[in-house]
């Protein structure tokens, strides 16, 4: 546990399941299990669709008792103060032994607490027979204010979908230049803004591109939307994201689907392609090489799946794996 200071906690449905272990493979560099991952790796849990909480260790203990000594040694003197349970995986704890435990906790907090508006959220909870305290980080989910774009499409990509897609191209790193190659009215843009990163967008509709820029103006996010079938942007990303038309609304031959395959790769060395179809040939004479893929059902729509690929220029694995 020394090295491990945080403990995530996930919310996802079964549809988003293998999505969800994608993006925290990612992000950090293991699958989530059961729901909770302890990690090193500091993230805003808002970052992510599917992270809930995030515990930021202060003390453990394979002893209660001794866990509650040491916030006590802590000499926590913080006005406002709240005290919740974490129920992780394992854990029967039964409610009257878990509200003990929150005024165990409270107790050695020399402070006033507030319970409607805390200045700071204390968490307790075991795992794997150790008992953690620490401040507890809760997802503020402001990212769903993005529901309120001025313009939406019917079948413009789920939120918690276009996070994810965010965070496996950017993955461990923090500056990246990102394109959402085939923009639409910007939804992969929003999150990726929200998340501080630089992305551009390109599409080949006029309507679509204003569309996309009203939406990123309306919350103050800077992006550069060209307006541009993807074969004439000369500009290179770090990575980009291909949300690929699906042909209900927007025509695609299998050939269009090449030439947008084809075009991102010659800017861009990774790439993050989202389809309806089985693409992998197409992935394959683009020079790509698929690294990771997962799957999400659109609920309620058995037959409407969408695909999710994951990868890298051959140029670049050889390199990689020199
Ligand atoms: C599935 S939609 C993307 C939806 C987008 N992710 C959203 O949530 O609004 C695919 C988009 O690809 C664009 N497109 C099609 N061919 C293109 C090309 N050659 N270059 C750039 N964009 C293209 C279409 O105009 C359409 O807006």
Redesign the pocket.
Known sequence: MQDNKYIYSFRYDTTESMLCKLESRYIFNKEEEHKQLISNVKIEPSRSAFIKRRLDVISFSTDYAMLIDQIKNENIRTDGFKVEYLVLDGDSTRYAGRLAKLKDVGFCIDSYPDYHNPTVIYGICTYEGIWYFGVLIKNNFAWQNHKQKPYS?S???KQNI?KALVNIAVGSKQEVKLL?????????MLEACFAGYDIEG????KK?CKNARANLSHFNYVGEVHC????NMTKLYDAAII????NIY?K?TDS?IL??IE?TSEITDRIVIVSTAEIRNAISSAGLRVVNYCEVRKRGKVNFTRKIWVCESEDKFEINQD
């Open positions: 499409y079948n413009s990509i276009a959402d190659a085939c923009c639409g009215v910007g939804t992969i390109c599409d080949i509709s679509t541009s079938d993807i074969k949300d690929l038309p699906y927007t695609a269009d030439h947008i075009s």
